[in-house]
């Protein structure tokens, strides 16, 4: 019986501790993948995402292996492409990414931040990658 009580404490006990553990914390910047397709155009297709990025949060700099379309849904979110001056942008406006390019996007404002990214890619690379290298802007 003893053991038994023993055992039944400690599950108690750790199942607490499991519902005491702070909730990770969300993430700043998410993708949520809409559609992939393939392009009448060999080794291309396309792919559409909506990317929401938090209040104060930051898309690091990074490049895709193809252009992207963004359209802002809501929100106001300042874009920099690699040596270029940042745009702030609004719903219902647009930004063109060219193929390679090194961008950033953050989120000035005080609510979430949302757009539309459609990206016209090569087949089988990785869709995101990261551009560490970018100089920063003095």
Known sequence: MRKILGLALATVF???????APIPPQPSVKRTDLQRHDLSIPGHE??????DI?????????RHPGEEVIY???????YQLEGQSPVTLQ?????????GVAHKAHNPGTTNGAELATYIVEKGKPLVAPAPDVAQPK
């Open 14 to 20: 750790i199942g607490s501790a499991t519902l005491a």
């Open 46 to 51: 396309t792919v559409q995402a909506r990317i």
């Open 54 to 62: 938090a209040p104060g949060a930051t898309a690091p700099w990074h």
């Open 72 to 78: 802002v849904l809501e929100g106001v979110l300042e």
């Open 91 to 99: 719903p219902g406006q647009v930004l063109f990414v060219p193929k």
